[in-house]
């Protein structure tokens, strides 16, 4: 079955930096495109960034381009978020995404925490 498990999180600075990963398994990786979505309580779900098939092509929402880079590895079937210049406002459970034949998975989310 699909899954999907994200790692990387924790607290940060405001200006710090983190790398969030989402090992998958149970699909054909390198045929599928991959997504980053975050989430505050009580605010829907965000599409943060998203890459296509062979990390040709990338996509992130205004407030985090320039700051965040979406990249993958198709031979270790991994996902990278890596996050810099980090804001307060970008404080969230970041998940891992994918839609499989019509089907959306999420990983279990990573909680990013940027404070002083």
């Known amino acids: 079955q699909v899954q999907l498990v994200e790692s990387g999180g924790g607290l940060v600075q405001p200006g710090g930096s983190l790398r969030l990963s989402c090992a998958a398994s149970?699909?054909?990786?390198?045929?599928?495109?991959m997504t980053w979505f975050r989430q505050t309580p009580g605010r829907l779900r965000e599409l943060v960034a998203a890459?296509?098939?062979?990390?040709?092509?990338?996509n992130y929402m205004d407030s985090v381009r320039g700051r965040f880079t979406n990249s993958r590895d198709n031979d270790k079937n991994t996902v990278d978020l890596e996050m810099n210049s980090l804001k307060p406002e970008d404080t969230a459970v970041y998940y891992c995404?994918?839609?499989?034949?019509?089907?959306?998975?999420w990983g279990q989310g990573t909680q990013v925490t940027v404070s002083a």
């Open positions: 995404s994918v839609v499989i034949r019509r089907n959306r998975y």
């Open positions: 890459i296509t098939e062979t990390g040709g092509i990338t």
């Open positions: 149970g699909f054909t990786f390198n045929t599928a495109a």
